[in-house]
């Protein structure tokens, strides 16, 4: 079964002016893959996240057309959004609007314990969430004492703590530097491994390029393209999305030296580790 089905969706918010925010997307996120989603500022790429996840319509209204399915069920049969959290969570981009305890164990605990399990649940689900993020020894720190990337996983991690089978990320790492980057593409490789579905709005396109599936094009709120990462870098396609040019790559695929400080890869190194990316079967 697919994870989440749209048809013909589109989205116009209430206070609206021109163009609605979504129109006629058409799209199948399928159980376990990891579609990466692309396009400018104002593309749409929230607004589509937030029909996934029910945030439209139970938090969110305006006029909206088509259909979103999760699992095969419409998303207004779930009811609500705490309903809908089981099956399908988001994070958002900036980790301070997420967090809402002083202490990190209580952070991660938060959903279930509002989820209502017994107390044996919560702490198995919670400790279950720090050790896959390798966040063991963070129980007490204090949420806003961590680093931005530090944030994220947390926040990744008590979306985790749900055990939702999809998880959707709104550019959670637009407000981080490369070291928070690669922290939150750690926990995002954990969550792979763990069979869930991803969908993931991000401005990275060389990490697209190395996790996702798939990567699809929103443009003024038109679905433009969706390819499986592979071709979508090396047909050529006119997806008016630049490729990952290596030179950039030197600057993204960088390695740690002396406390944690990073040293670029040469070009040759960047080619060759990119190539190889690109040469297993898929980026992923
Ligand atoms: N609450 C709102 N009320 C009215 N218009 C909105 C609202 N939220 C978003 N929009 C408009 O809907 C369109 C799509 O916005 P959306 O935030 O989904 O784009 P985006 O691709 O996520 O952009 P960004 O990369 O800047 O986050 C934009 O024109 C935006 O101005």
């Known amino acids: 079964m697919a994870a989440i089905e749209l048809e013909d969706l589109s989205f116009r918010y209430r206070n609206q002016r021109g163009e609605p925010a979504l129109r006629d997307v058409s799209l199948t996120v399928e159980e376990g893959e990891f579609l990466g989603v692309v396009g400018e500022t104002g593309a749409g790429k929230t607004t589509l996240l937030s029909a996934m996840c029910g945030v439209i319509p139970f938090h969110t209204s305006g006029d909206r057309a088509g259909t979103v399915r999760v699992k095969g069920r419409a998303v207004e049969a779930y009811g609500s959004l705490s309903a809908l959290s089981s099956a399908i969570s988001m994070v958002l981009d900036s980790p301070e609007n997420q967090l809402f305890n002083l202490h990190v164990f209580d952070e991660v605990i938060w959903g279930p314990e509002n989820m209502g399990f017994d107390r044996e649940e919560i702490i198995e689900r919670g400790e279950r969430a ?7 020894g963070f129980e007490d720190r204090i949420t806003y004492t961590l680093s931005g990337g530090e944030k994220q996983k947390v926040a990744i991690a ?44 991000e401005h990275k396109i060389e990490e697209l390029a190395k996790y996702a599936d798939r ?53 040759e190194e960047a080619t060759a580790e990119y190539a190889g990316v690109l040469r297993r079967e898929g980026p992923r």
Do not use: C, K, N, W
Request: net charge negative; charged share 20%.
């Open 130 to 136: 720090l050790r896959l993020f390798g966040l063991e």
């Open 158 to 201: 008590s979306i985790y703590a749900l055990s939702p089978e999809i998880i959707l990320l709104d550019e959670p790492t637009s407000q981080l530097d490369p070291i928070g980057t690669e922290m939150v593409f750690e926990a995002i490789d954990q969550l792979i491994a763990e069979g869930v579905t991803i969908v993931m709005a």
């Open 215 to 267: 990567i699809a094009v929103l443009r003024g709120g038109e679905l433009t393209h969706v390819d499986e990462t592979r071709a979508f870098f090396l047909d050529g396609a006119d997806h008016g999305v630049a490729p990952p040019q290596v030179t950039e790559l030197g600057l993204e695929l960088s390695r740690s030296g002396v406390d944690g400080f990073r040293i670029p890869l040469t070009l």
